[in-house]
């Protein structure tokens, strides 16, 4: 059996039981969600996944829809209640991404699917991180997640592309267990995740991202 079809059952075999599992806890996270941020109660957005071709990622929501008088969003670190945080820092946020590992949409370990607007902001080499499919965690994740510039984060994805196997994803989800207990690298300082990619300095974009567009 080839390595990538491994893989793929494990992803499917380990999210099944997972889900079957926590499903005490995502009913009770679903409740909480309902009484104190309302409706909608998991957040839907597209994201690039292998070879950047679009799905829809699912997370449960952490942020409420509090606008201005102009109708617009307010700014994260108002949206964020503490009860949004607490998720965040337990990583329950991310257990409806279980239902994409069994849809195929992405992997238990991978690079993180960021955002469709970071497509044409990629330099050639950081492209490379859409050569596989993207994972709830990764290489990235455990050694910084946001705590560490975006620049490192491309370079740690780009080395699982070259390094990937069964037992680094195994070790890799065992140190995401321990990120998680510990609470880790949750955001950048001065955030409440991360600043949003704007591109590295002085380097040349990759026009090949737009093939799939």
């Known amino acids: 059996m080839k390595v990538f079809n491994i893989k793929r059952f494990f992803d499917f075999i380990c999210s099944l039981i997972g889900l079957m599992a926590l499903s005490p806890v995502i009913l009770i996270t679903v409740l909480l969600i309902r009484l104190k941020l309302g409706s909608p109660i998991v957040f839907k957005q597209q994201r690039p996944g292998l070879h950047g071709k679009p799905f ?26 503490p009860f949004g945080q607490l998720l965040r ?5 991310e257990l409806p991404q279980l239902f994409n590992v069994l849809k195929g949409d992405i ?8 955002l469709m607007e970071y497509l044409d902001l990629y330099t050639r080499e950081q492209a490379r991180r859409h050569e596989v499919r993207p994972g709830i965690t990764g290489w990235a994740q455990v050694n910084g997640r946001n705590a560490i510039s975006w620049e490192d984060k491309f370079k740690l994805d780009v080395w699982y592309v070259d390094n990937r196997s069964f037992w680094l994803d195994i070790k890799i989800l065992f140190l995401t267990v321990l990120k998680v207990f510990k609470s880790e690298g949750i955001s950048q300082t001065g955030h409440v995740t991360i600043e949003k990619f704007k591109g590295s300095k002085g ?7 737009c093939s799939h567009r």
């Open 89 to 93: 820092k337990l990583s329950l946020d």
């Open 203 to 209: 380097v040349e974009r990759n026009e090949a991202n």
């Open 56 to 81: 829809f990622v699912y997370k449960f929501r952490t942020m409420t829809d509090e606008r201005d008088k102009n109708g617009d969003l307010m700014p994260d670190h108002i949206r964020l209640t």
């Open 107 to 114: 992997s238990l370990v991978g690079p993180r699917p960021l």
